[in-house]
């Protein structure tokens, strides 16, 4: 229990720094650069661009060592270093050449996070992988409000706090214990990902639909909230709070609820579920948004830590710690991506009614999210099937070092 909270505390001082830069986006490129918009936007994308780039790489370095704790602590370093050079830059070209180390070393620690938690975790990883979730989750959603509350006192104390922040997770991270690495063999190869299996591609299009979704949210439907609702920035700050605070909270209860059901009911369940709230969002009464978005937090977090828990068991069973990278790769795709579809599906949809233009693009999104999980079924069924008779058969000897993932 120790190594996994001291694993949590470390991803969420990873990850407030994340959205840390995001309520001062204007500030930190406008204003104190002369950028444009367009420079802006990429300031936020260029980042997670490098990272995708260098996860595989970090994967493949890290395999060759039980001591992936070091990775991490120099990868957090690295990270601050780049805080420091983003608030010294004298130019816009250099603040983005250390953005770019900023996501290069940023996504491979937090995999390597992810790496070390179920590596920890036995054979009962849901309640430890749901407690990296709800850290991970609360370090994003608190990073925002707080990066509004410095950008005010002086867009340079974002980078000094940021800074701060992956330093101390780099200092937490360096406790956290090293774990054996399984021999590898026939079956359990330690990083290979096997393409030609659909099993091993079915958490990445979980992983790509679910932040592609939150891409979507996160720009088209705050714009819908404002050109047809009319809600001031603290009443969508209200309302996403609604969804990201249940979201985080309940990633733990639900990895222990799959400790003991599985991950199976709780995923399909949860983006069933999810897609047709998503797809309800033009269609809700301006008064039951708030509704619509505690519901959208609570199946967030069913989808979330059982997906985790998929690509643990998917790893064990022959598809290799590769998958954990494979899983960060596809989610940052997918963020990338919602924002261009909806933006594309907004003008072609729209017309001379912005009502309906919003209205497809939810329904489109939510049945996307829902025919994944539908499609899914019949795949990942037999594989529930043999993953919770093989706990019944191994759960005297739990604690066992072969039962140890990866």
Excluded at 71 to 80: E, G, K, Q
Excluded at 150 to 166: E, F, I, K, W
Excluded at 182 to 190: K, Q, T, V, Y
């Amino acid at each position: 229990m120790r190594a996994h909270a001291t694993i949590a505390l470390a991803m969420f001082f990873t990850l407030v720094p994340v959205t840390l830069l995001v309520p001062g986006l204007h500030e930190l490129v406008v204003v104190v650069h002369g950028g444009s918009t367009t420079e802006a936007h990429a300031f936020m994308t260029v980042n997670m661009l490098a990272g995708m780039l260098t996860v595989p790489l970090a994967m493949r370095l890290a395999r060759r060592t039980a001591d992936i704790q070091r990775w991490i602590a120099a990868a957090l370093v690295i990270n601050a270093v780049a805080f420091v050079g983003m608030m010294q830059a004298p130019s816009l070209p250099v603040l983005f050449a250390f953005r770019v180390l900023d996501g290069a070393v940023h996504l491979p620690a937090v995999t390597l996070l992810m790496l070390a938690s179920n590596r920890s975790s036995g054979v009962r990883r849901g309640g430890s992988l749901g407690a990296l979730a709800s850290a991970l989750m609360i370090g994003v959603a608190l990073g925002s409000p707080l990066g509004g509350w410095l950008v005010d006192r002086g867009p340079s104390l974002v980078y000094v706090v940021g800074a701060s922040l992956l330093v101390v997770a780099a200092l937490v991270s360096m406790a956290i214990a090293s774990v054996p690495i399984p021999a590898p063999g026939p079956s359990r190869p330690r990083y290979a990902f096997d393409r030609a299996r659909l099993r091993g591609w079915i958490p990445l299009l979980y992983a790509f639909m679910d932040r592609f979704s939150i891409g979507v949210f996160v720009s088209t439907f705050t714009l819908f909230l404002t050109q047809v609702h009319g809600l001031t920035a603290s009443e969508r700050g209200v309302l996403i709070a609604l969804f990201m605070l249940p979201f985080a909270l309940l990633c733990y209860p639900v990895g222990r609820l799959a400790d003991r059901i599985g991950w199976f009911l709780p995923m399909i369940i949860g983006n069933v579920l999810f897609g047709v709230v998503f797809a309800s969002y033009g269609f809700v009464p301006k008064g039951w948004l708030p509704l619509a978005m505690l519901a959208s937090g609570v199946l967030s977090a069913l989808m979330f830590t059982p997906n985790l828990l998929l690509i643990s068991d998917l790893a064990e069973r022959g598809h290799g710690e590769g998958l954990f990278g494979a899983f960060q790769v596809a989610g940052s795709l997918g963020f990338l991506v919602g924002p261009i579809v909806g933006g594309g599906l907004l003008v072609l949809t729209q017309g001379g009614d912005p009502v309906s233009g919003y209205r497809t693009i939810f329904v489109l999104v939510g049945g996307l999210e829902g025919t994944l999980a539908l499609f899914a079924y019949a795949a990942l069924r037999s594989l529930a099937r043999d993953v919770r008779g093989t706990e019944r058969v191994g759960s005297r000897s739990s604690r066992s070092p072969t039962r140890v993932t990866g």
